[in-house]
């Protein structure tokens, strides 16, 4: 059901790939609550997923960027100005660790791919936000937002370097989104979501023994990337104009449960 919520408003949607990434979800609902917008992924990544179907299906145009590259994120940026003008929001959907593809253990890691896999994870959103700073590309009350994940606060074996990427990227949010809602009015936040099958989450060791934990441990169960994507169109929406610098968990309660009485159970 379409309410409206996001007519009028132009945004850009990093890290779509699939029907399985929370960002394809969110640019479907982005489009039926009426927003306009630019899809873009990395150039190998547009190579092995699906955008243009999505791209036609929402009426959407395709731009490659690497949003570690200043000169992609630049060009992107003055394309999406010549096309609608200041923008509304900007959806921050990336993340990869090195380490966590190669097999490496977090006690032996290899340095080189940590700091690759922390700068797409984290640092590129301090990026494209300071590209929107410097193009002053936002307009008042615009929201920006990228996706985390709870273990920034909790341990999670094999879940690797990409835990340290989003403790990064959730104090980027915090120390950027300062000086965004004090100088531009803009609102800067992270959603801490659910484990969620997306292609890149499916490849975190024991991901399946993830999802099936915390479905237990939440009273409301695990939120969908149909969940994530709805609670995405409200913070974009004029409904959240006085959010920011938050982490907001998106988790059926698992962020605040110390245990369920269906996983004690296991244990009398």
Known sequence: MSYGLL???????????????IAWKAAERCHEEGAEFILTNAPVALRMGELNGL????GSEVIGADATSMEDLSNLFDKAIEKFGKLDFVLHSIGMSVNVRKGKHYTDMDY???????????????????????????????????LTYIAA?????????????????ESITRSFGYYWGTEKNVRVNTISQ??????AGQGVKGFGGFMKFADEMSPL??????????????????????VTMQNLYNDGGYSTTGVSQQVADRFL
């Open 7 to 21: 007519k009028g408003k132009k945004g850009i949607i990093f890290g779509a790939l699939d029907a399985n990434s």
């Open 55 to 58: 791209a036609e299906k929402t």
């Open 112 to 146: 080189n791919f940590l700091t690759k896999g922390w700068d797409i994870s984290a640092v590129s959103f301090h990026k494209v936000m300071k590209t929107a700073w410097d193009k002053d590309a936002m307009n008042e009350w615009g929201s920006i937002l990228a």
């Open 153 to 169: 606060q909790r341990v999670y074996p094999d879940y690797n370097d990409m835990a340290d990427n989003k403790a990064y990227l």
């Open 194 to 199: 659910s484990p969620t099958p997306t292609t």
């Open 221 to 242: 169960g695990n939120a969908t990337a149909d969940d994530c994507a709805n609670y995405i169109v409200t913070m974009f929406s004029d409904l959240t104009k006085k």
